[in-house]
């Protein structure tokens, strides 16, 4: 029987307001049999990778790394962004405000990331993306408490995000065997639920609380910088 095409359309949203509708075309793959499950230490990645070679490779290794210590950094610094907006103004509609600048770039700028991530290498896209996204959080040290500065940085680092999260729904395809595209897809959905959790509910306050919110936007640049590193190792993504 004749392999048929279908769509996925992935709908991704977390907490920093990255919020973006993608349709990726892929070819079905006949049915596999199913792989035993693995044990030890290997049994939670078989869980969401099994059977088979695809969710094994070192590059998706790799970009799934990446793409856990950005989501992390991403929910932790939102943590840190809305205690100093609270902090400087005490006014829920300047959080309110905040939220607005992490939303407007995704809706803006999605229809033109998107072309661009399919024209262009998508690891040079995601490893410029979390080096320019250090380099804002380094900023929000230097600008302290004013509010307005925090709300330009925060769209100009949320534009960046635009353009980054297509590139990295992109890399999955590309890096995956397409018999595992469903286990590495889901992998990519679980990463981003559990990293919300960690982040924005427990790492982020933690830090904000145990020693300032300066140390949470340093912990969030090393965080990107790290991410940067482990992109720098992927092959090219060409489209």
């Known amino acids: 029987m004749p392999d048929t095409g279908y769509f996925h359309l992935h709908l991704v949203s977390d907490a920093t307001g990255e919020t973006l509708l993608t349709v990726a075309r892929a070819a079905a793959a006949p049915a596999t049999p199913k792989a035993r499950p693995r044990r030890g230490s290997r049994r939670v990645r078989a869980m969401v990778c ?3 070679h695809g969710c094994g490779t070192r590059s998706f290794a790799r970009r799934w790394g990446a793409q856990g210590m950005r989501q992390l950094a991403s929910n932790m610094v939102l943590a840190g962004r809305m205690a100093t907006v609270v902090l400087a103004t005490g006014s829920n509609t ?9 939303l407007v770039p995704a809706v803006a700028f999605s229809a033109v990331a998107g072309v661009l991530v399919e024209r262009s290498d998508a690891r040079l896209i995601m490893l410029g993306s979390n080096l320019l ?3 804002g959080i380094v900023l929000f040290l230097l600008v302290g408490t004013n509010v307005a500065l925090i709300f330009v940085i925060n769209l100009l680092v949320a534009t960046v995000t635009a353009f980054f999260v297509p590139a990295e729904l992109t890399a999955i395809p590309r890096l995956v065997d397409r018999r595992q595209l469903m286990a590495a897809n889901s992998t990519f959905v679980l990463t981003i639920n559990a990293t919300f959790a960690i982040g924005f509910g427990f790492l982020g306050p933690l830090l904000l609380t145990t020693a300032g919110v300066n140390a949470v936007f340093v912990g969030v640049a090393v965080m990107f910088g790290v991410a940067a590193l482990a992109i720098v190792q992927l092959p090219a993504v060409q489209p």
Request: proline residues 0%.
């Open 133 to 135: 996204r250090a380099g």
């Open 50 to 52: 099994r059977a088979g």
């Open 94 to 102: 300047a959080n309110a405000v905040l939220i607005l600048t992490f």
